[in-house]
């Protein structure tokens, strides 16, 4: 099974992807495909979410993080929690995801243009793969708020 088949997966560059939730089968061509960390921004729901995903990820032998991010009341703490994990990891592949790859998109586009030189169009553009056409304010709302403090 191709990680490509995950989701709404975007391939970033050689050590970052982004996507919606893998299925089991898919963490573990993950970790064959040589990623080391997994970084779940989405809150545990039994309609979406694996049962015991850290478990199962870190049997493969990665690196599990979990930031929970509530859909309906993203936090600027969110964002400040996942930038500094993403700051601190060490070399290495890794796979941010959620339910559908929009936390993720969404999270990583401002990490980028906030620390590695992204211009707000490429931020724009990279999120727009998969938020293109949606409506949700309170997400607007808090990418504003952030790019405020860039």
């Known amino acids: 099974m191709s990680i490509q088949e995950i989701y709404n997966y975007i391939w970033v560059d050689e050590q970052i992807s982004t996507a919606g939730q893998p299925t089991a089968q898919q963490f573990i061509s993950v970790a064959e495909d040589g990623f080391q960390t997994i970084i779940n921004l989405a809150p545990y729901n039994p309609e979406h979410s694996i049962e015991d995903e850290a478990g199962l990820v870190r049997s493969l032998g990665l690196r599990y993080v979990h930031i929970p ?49 992204w211009s ?14 949606s409506d949700y304010p309170v997400w607007d709302d808090l990418i504003a708020r952030i790019r405020m403090n860039f």
Not at 69 to 75: G, T, Y
Not at 99 to 110: D, E, I, K, P, T
Request: proline share 2%; charged share 20%.
């Open 69 to 117: 991010v509530n859909w309906d009341m993203p936090l600027e703490s969110d964002f400040e929690t996942f930038e500094i994990v993403l700051k601190g990891l060490s070399a290495g592949r890794t796979l941010i995801h959620c339910v559908a790859n929009y936390r993720a998109s969404a999270f990583y586009a401002l990490y980028a243009q906030k620390n590695l030189a």
């Open 120 to 133: 707000e169009q490429q931020a724009e553009t990279f999120r727009a793969a998969i938020w293109k056409g």
